[in-house]
């Protein structure tokens, strides 16, 4: 959740964004799976492809996020809940939960929506290994202007090498954390 925060931080900052925006994202960006709270463990867990029922309660968990966070007075949760409803959505519209378009789609979605993409593709998973940098990097250039906002992807290639520096700390510091548990 941290990387993701601090991936979607840092592309906004490259987007011009102001320094509160981009503070406030960071810990916005962190609660975007949150709404994962209300899917069963097998489904988040499981190994293999997913059904098409498992699929649709998986398309979720936006929705469900959302209304978890939804209704507070805190700038940081208000974005959160906006954060989570939407970044699932595609610039082309092919996204979910509302299948928003382009603009339509809120600023912070379409941060975290890359943000989001970078990480998971970046770690093991319980289906598969992770991608070589490379390939996540050519996989955002094909998707650049159909998954994902052409202005947050140039941002995003404005500061790859960042990025990675941010990956590779986050990840060296989480590796220490586990050791002195």
């Known amino acids: 959740m941290q990387r993701v925060g601090a991936?979607?931080?840092?592309i906004a900052e490259a987007m011009g964004c102001p320094p509160e925006y981009c503070?406030?994202?960071?810990?916005a960006a962190q609660m975007h799976d949150i709404g994962k709270i209300g899917i069963h463990e097998s489904v988040l867990r499981k190994s293999g492809p997913l059904t098409s029922d498992e699929w649709r309660l998986m398309r979720e968990h936006p929705r469900i996020g959302a209304s978890i966070l939804a209704g507070s007075e805190a700038p940081v949760l208000q974005l959160a809940a906006e954060v989570s409803m939407a970044h699932h959505e595609h610039f082309s519209g092919a996204g979910y939960p509302q299948g928003l378009v382009g603009e339509l789609i809120p600023l912070s979605g379409r941060i975290v929506a890359l943000a989001d993409f970078f990480d998971t593709l970046s770690i093991d998973r319980c289906y598969r290994k992770a991608h070589h940098d490379a390939q996540i990097l050519e996989m955002i250039r094909e998707r650049r202007g159909q998954q994902f906002d052409p202005r947050v992807v140039d941002?995003?290639?404005?500061?790859?090498?960042?990025?990675?520096q941010a990956r590779e700390a986050i990840n060296a510091a989480e590796e220490v954390a586990d050791m002195t548990e």
Do not use: G, Q, T
């Open 155 to 164: 941002a995003f290639f404005s500061i790859v090498d960042r990025l990675f």
């Open 7 to 10: 991936f979607a931080a840092m």
């Open 23 to 27: 503070e406030i994202l960071y810990k």
